[in-house]
């Protein structure tokens, strides 16, 4: 099966820094990559999402891009906030329902 | 709001006793997921359903088992109860086949005592 890594698993960054998380995946089959945002004691919500026939996507301050070839896709923060504060989640999908998540990133940003 | 509901928000029970988490998918989804979240952990898939039937197993115990019903509503048994099933539990639905946009719930904080 699928087998989703994910790195680092704390990043602290400044306020107005960027921030970057990695996800490595196995499966060539995987064709789809969310990623989520779960603030402390609340639900895992989608911010992001890229298909595998699309290398890069951009949504104001964050944005994901996806190598196929070295099967890795990272997300990609700028300008952050102390809102921003979170676990990340990023997850490759294949067959339209199989999700597989990586272990999450604690980002925390520091005022 | 994702517009997945689920009940309770908490459960505080003993061990060896059952409970049953209940989740109510989006309108117009089909398909349902069970994810478990213990303390600063991950997301460990359990199982899924699309449209009444099982479409997929994870890493689910033999004492946990799950449903969809027919008007697409899903519960979670989870019986025996141990100290180590304490966690919150996620359900997750989609559209289903050919839309993977996944859509989270509150969660059920499960306490074991």
């Known amino acids: 099966g699928e087998n989703v890594e994910q790195h680092p698993s704390t990043l602290s960054v400044q306020e107005g820094d960027s921030a970057v998380i990695k996800c490595t995946y196995s499966d060539s089959a995987s064709n789809y990559f969310p990623w989520y945002k779960q603030e402390l004691g609340k639900r895992p919500q989608l911010i992001i999402d890229i298909r595998s026939n699309v290398g890069e996507k951009k949504d104001q301050r964050i944005a994901v891009t996806l190598n196929k070839t070295a099967k890795h896709f990272s997300l990609h923060i700028t300008e952050t906030q102390p809102e921003d504060s979170a676990v990340y989640f990023c997850a490759a999908v294949y067959n339209f329902n199989k999700f597989y998540f990586g272990s999450g990133t604690k980002l925390n940003v520091k005022p | 709001d994702s517009g997945v509901t689920q009940t309770p928000k908490h459960l505080i029970t003993a061990t060896g006793q059952r409970v049953t988490l209940r989740c109510s998918p989006r309108s117009g989804d089909l398909s349902v997921y069970w994810y478990q979240q213990s303390l600063d952990q991950g997301l460990q898939f359990l199982i899924q359903?699309?449209?009444?039937?099982?479409?997929a197993k994870g890493n689910i115990l033999e004492r946990f088992s799950a449903q969809q019903f027919p008007d697409l509503h899903s519960e979670l048994n989870l019986s025996s109860l141990e100290l180590g099933d304490s966690a919150l539990y996620f359900c997750?639905?989609?559209?289903?086949?050919?839309?993977?946009?996944?859509?989270f719930g509150s969660g059920t904080q499960l306490s074991v005592l």
């Open positions: 997750a639905s989609s559209v289903g086949v050919g839309n993977e946009k996944l859509f």
């Open positions: 359903y699309y449209n009444g039937e099982e479409r």
